[in-house]
């Protein structure tokens, strides 16, 4: 899969670490470049964008041609599995993501995965059309939304602060929750699976809210299904997995030691010269860049870029964001961060 390819990133999931780290940045295809929004002006809905291959491989690879970044990272979205599996999902400018009511006790009855890879489809076609046009000199990175994460869009039908109508229905029916998180572990490991055989050279697994799990739980809500997936995937492949379990704080522990991810993406709370002391040695670590500083830029931002580089010395890392780039961010910021990371030494 990765033959003819000499991404930075791909040598240092193969285990040969170079100064400057590889670099790429979550969200780096949006809102704040010019020609995204060009492009997004064509289509009439955000799932339009996704769902037109040509349009979604544009826009994946539209970062690569302002900024020197190691990878590309597919044009998708995580709620594109609730799209497939049957739920109603639309997006509101203002509003975010709306999806149509579900309860733990119809799930079985109202989502299947008849037509899920049909309608997925043009996202693996999207894949293959970024391969043809990308520099050998660049990785490519799928992604999916963990179950946790998944399973609180589907169950809020929005995304929220607290997401107490799917944690309520969690905690009343956890057997059945259980099955559910079964159930997209499952689409969710088809999902990164097909986009391995399109083409990507590794993936990322999203759990934005997994800091919404509660301790007593997040091993069997949380890490559990993280397990299951890396499994799935590692037998059809040994592509690389990074996997992004935003705000769990000390649970790092656990999902950094046996989750079974190539790389750990880590948000801007996590003290990263605790997480190098307290995780294994030959973990890749990702992040831990503020996106907030980004938007304000100057020495600040030179500053904690050294800081991070500083106290990832000695261990295997990929410099990225604690979170997405936000669409305020100016262009010349980026720009210099870029510079910034690549003069280190």
Known sequence: MTEGY?????????????????LWFMRQAGRHL?????????????FDLCYT???????????????DYDAAILFSDILVIPDALGQKVSFEEGTGPLLSPLSLST????????????????VYEAISLIRSKL???KA???????????????????????????????????????????????????????????????VQLFDTWAGHCPATHFQKWVLKPTQKIVAMVRKISDVPIIGFPKGIGSHLLDYGSQSGVSALSLDASTPLTWASENLPKDLIFQGNLDPLLLVSGGNPLKKTIESIHGQMKGRPYI?????????QTPLPHIEACVKWVRELK
């Open 319 to 327: 410099f990225n964001l604690g979170h997405g780039i936000l669409p």
């Open 34 to 46: 010019p020609e995204y929004r060009q492009v997004r002006k064509t289509c009439k809905t955000f």
């Open 135 to 137: 520099s050998p000199s």
């Open 53 to 67: 291959p040509h349009l979604a491989a544009q826009v994946t690879l539209q970062p690569l041609e302002r900024f």
């Open 140 to 202: 490519l990175i799928g992604f999916a939304g963990a179950p946790w994460t998944l399973a609180l869009y589907m169950l809020e039908g929005r995304g929220n602060r607290d997401f107490a109508k799917a944690k309520h229905q969690a905690f009343q029916d956890e057997e059945n929750f259980s099955k559910f998180l079964d159930f997209l572990s499952e689409a969710v490991s088809l999902h990164l699976i097909e986009q391995v055989k399109a083409g990507v050279h590794s």
């Open 107 to 122: 799930f079985p009855k109202s989502l299947s995965f008849e037509g899920f890879f049909e309608k997925l489809a043009p």
């Open 6 to 22: 000499m991404s930075k990133l791909l040598e240092l999931f193969q285990g040969r670490t170079s100064s400057p780290p590889p």
